[in-house]
């Protein structure tokens, strides 16, 4: 699986890519992270940076990010993929591109759709918004769904984005070295404990459940299904 993200901000995602299992996954080859930061394809002045975000039109608050330099780095993620299909190990495959707008009337981000994503496509591409937004004529150039990972607005769309990758990376076989770590294809009780078996803290016992003790597999699924 790759993940492509349009970021303003590409080294917000270093800490938690660089880390654990998302981490171990791009070491493995499992996943492959590519940003691109639209003010990389915007016009430059002076060798100063490119100013990608302008006033709204109708009036109101904040700034929007401008379409041209999202749609070139959308360009520019088309073509890495594929340069990548034409390669000899990929020679004569199509890739499956699905490509997500970040906003809160999206259609709602589920552990269902990270499965079916998983399966389905080669290539996830992510335009993380930032400000008022990004000029909706993007989505006139580029087939998108627009995705919400919650009933909430956030300053931007990497930490969605954050959410998606490390969703469907963990779908994938491999990523969690043991397929039944996924706690949703098991029962999973929410509750869980760990050695020992009984812990004293301001004078009071706290103990694990004597099901979880009793060896009796059957009865330890049953309680964690009604957990």
Not at 52 to 65: A, C, E, F, L, T
Not at 109 to 132: H, L
Not at 147 to 158: A, D, N, Q, R, Y
Request: glycine share 8%; net charge positive; charged share 30%.
């Amino acid at each position: 699986m790759h993940f492509h993200v349009i970021t303003l901000f590409p080294n917000s995602f270093d800490s938690y890519l660089g880390e654990s299992i998302l981490k171990r996954a791009i070491e493995d080859k499992k996943i492959q992270v590519h940003l691109y930061n639209p003010r990389d394809y915007g016009e430059k002045k002076n060798g100063l940076e490119a100013r990608i975000d302008r006033k709204p039109y109708g009036g109101g608050p904040g700034m929007v990010i401008q379409a041209l330099p999202v749609v070139l780095a959308l360009e520019d993620a088309h073509k890495k993929i594929e340069k990548r299909f034409k390669t000899k190990k990929l020679l004569g495959k199509k890739p499956k591109i699905k490509i997500l707008f970040f906003s809160p009337s999206g259609t709602q981000f589920t552990t269902e759709y990270a499965k079916v994503a998983a399966k389905k496509y080669t290539d996830i591409v992510m335009i993380s918004g930032r400000y008022e937004g990004i000029d909706a004529r993007v989505k006139k150039i580029f087939k998108c769904e627009d995705i919400s990972v919650g009933p909430f607005v956030l300053t931007g769309g990497e930490l969605p984005a954050m959410i998606i990758m490390d969703c469907v990376a963990r779908q994938i076989e491999g990523v969690l070295g043991d397929i039944n770590s996924l706690e949703e294809s098991r029962a999973a009780s929410a509750d869980v404990y760990t050695r020992p078996e009984v812990f004293e803290y301001k004078k009071k016992k706290y103990s694990v459940p004597k099901v979880l003790l009793s060896g009796n597999h059957g009865e330890v699924e049953k309680w964690r299904a009604q957990q």
